[in-house]
């Protein structure tokens, strides 16, 4: 038996409403959500270590997540997991035409634009269906398609993407760089006003319009923050150290100016490398 037919077997006998696993058995559609999630990150983390055995292994425990949803859908007379890999490849061969067919194109930006004309075809032709258009929308809108689910700067960066289709974006990077300044000096007036609800709805705007410069930059809002958690988090580990060689190992106990002492020596090493 090939992986593939041996893991649908596995799955199949979890969710075996006589001899399956409870924990499996009481799993829906929306109880495994916050799996799948980890586990998408777990990938992501695992790339950017590096680690090829645990890539292999986080790969396996995500392909487990589509395999457990199918599962659900085929029990409930929906589809399976053959219609999920049916589906996508039929997906891949019409939005690659000039793969599978004859068509083709200048250069990336122009294979750019025809992979993205083939999403929003696919997008109004489920619309037509009653899939994607909520009951009574007149019209698409280049926001469809865009998953709330999504993290906040990955979907804000989509977002602008989508506005940026017909026009309606900066014209370069400076306009964008001049809002955040805008951006700012209202967070500050809100600082000052102690309204809760419109302080973080002007920080909202602030992040928002970041994503927007990260993005005209050509650079990735979600990456760019990133790095900088992981730089973050190298200099506060340096810092541990640093001062529990020095013998101040209680850090709750050192004062505010010692620990920014600290922390401006740990990232002076960094820089000469030393």
Not at 16 to 30: F, I
Not at 72 to 92: L, P, T, W, Y
Not at 213 to 230: F, K, P, Y
Not at 264 to 271: D, F, S, T, W
Request: charged residues 35%; negative net charge.
């Amino acid at each position: 038996m090939d992986p593939m037919s041996k893991l649908l077997e596995v799955m199949a006998r979890l969710r075996d409403p006589q001899d399956g696993c409870p924990w499996d058995l009481r799993q829906t559609y929306q109880t495994i959500v916050p799996y799948t999630l980890e586990e998408a990150y777990e990938v992501a983390d695992a790339i950017q270590r590096g680690e090829m055995g645990e890539l292999r292994d986080e790969l396996g425990d995500l392909l487990f997540q589509v395999v457990f949803y199918s599962q659900i859908a085929s029990e409930q007379g929906h589809f399976d997991f053959d219609a999920v890999a049916r589906g996508i490849c039929d997906k891949m061969i019409r939005r690659h035409p000039h793969v599978f067919g004859d068509a083709e194109y200048r250069d990336d930006a122009q294979l750019r634009d025809a992979w993205e004309q083939h999403k929003a075809d696919e997008r109004k032709r489920r619309g037509l269906d009653g899939v994607d258009v909520d009951e009574g929308t007149a019209q698409n809108s280049q926001m469809d398609g865009v998953a709330r689910a999504l993290p906040a700067l990955i979907r804000a960066e989509k977002l602008q993407k989508r506005a940026a289709r017909v026009g309606f974006d900066w014209p370069d990077i400076g306009g964008a760089l001049t809002k955040t300044h805008e951006e700012f000096t209202e967070v500050e007036a809100e600082l000052a006003a102690a309204d809760p609800a419109r302080l973080q709805d002007e920080l909202g705007d602030l992040m928002f319009a970041l994503v927007n410069v990260i993005r005209l930059a050509g650079l990735d809002a979600e990456q760019t923050l990133s790095q900088a958690n992981e730089k973050f988090e190298r200099r506060f580990r340096a810092l541990e150290t640093t001062l529990h060689e020095a013998g101040d190992a209680n850090l709750r106990a050192l004062s505010l100016e010692r620990l920014d002492e600290a922390w401006e020596a740990v990232k002076r090493r960094e820089r000469s490398g030393t």
